[in-house]
């Protein structure tokens, strides 16, 4: 599953809009309306992400922000409301906040900003998926359709979850080698190609494919294995 998101929001219209928004682009979401319920939720449920609206109806949530800050556990806090004013902005970063939205919005600029947050607090997700493949991080281990690809954890999937991270992207042959056998390629690729030609094969039926793009590197994206 995607990050999990505390969605505080009071209005009944940015709350459907932006649970439907993020709930497609692969993210948990958990709900409050009041300032309350979200303080509850974020002790119980550990969220990656805040989204938090200011007027709510048991107080100002940058009273919560600045709360939420005096802890141990700091986590993005993104916060959206129809006071647009440079002061109302101004208070809401002082308070603690990383971002801020004015209302109305584009749920396009919402997802971005929450991205963005995610990838600055260095989220690690526990489980990606891309089409028929599965990769569930904290046990090292990739599933196509559901069955265990059986990939050597220090190796093989150490190798796709590089690949994977960086879909679309072209990696040199001594980048990959490095970050996965921990040192230098020099002049033996015969290891890496090896596990390039297994983990492809295994990639069938996943809707995903590495191409080696010759000269250059690998590269992780759709496609079918030959």
């Not at 902005?89 to 749920?107: C, H, I, M, Q, R």
């Not at 947050?117 to 991080?137: C, E, F, Q």
């Not at 002049?187 to 069938?204: E, Y």
């Amino acid at each position: 599953m995607g990050a999990k998101i505390l969605l505080i929001e009071d209005n009944p219209h940015y709350l459907e809009i932006n649970r439907e928004a993020l709930t497609m682009h692969g993210y948990q979401v958990i709900e409050a309306d009041t300032i309350h319920k979200g303080r509850a939720l974020f002790v119980s449920e550990a969220p990656n992400l805040i989204i938090l609206d200011i007027m709510l109806p048991d107080g100002d949530g940058r009273l919560l922000c600045e709360e939420l800050r005096t802890g141990t556990r700091r986590v993005p806090i993104l916060f959206v409301s129809s006071l647009k004013e440079d002061g109302d902005v101004l208070t809401g970063f002082e308070a603690g906040g990383d971002a801020y939205l004015s209302k109305p919005y584009s749920l396009e600029i919402l997802i971005k900003n929450v991205k963005a947050l995610l990838k600055l607090s260095d989220y690690v997700p526990d489980t990606v998926i891309k089409g028929a493949l599965t990769l569930k991080i904290n046990y090292n281990e990739a599933f196509v359709n559901g069955e265990n690809l059986g990939l050597s954890k220090n190796t093989e999937f150490s190798l796709l979850n590089l690949l994977v991270k960086n879909e679309n992207k072209v990696l040199s042959a001594e980048y990959l080698y490095q970050e996965t056998w921990g040192q230098s390629m020099a002049d033996s690729s015969q290891a890496l190609r090896t596990a390039i030609k297994r983990l492809r094969n295994k990639l069938k039926g996943s809707g995903y494919t590495i191409s080696n793009e010759y000269g250059t590197g690998y590269m992780f994206e759709k496609g079918e294995s030959e």
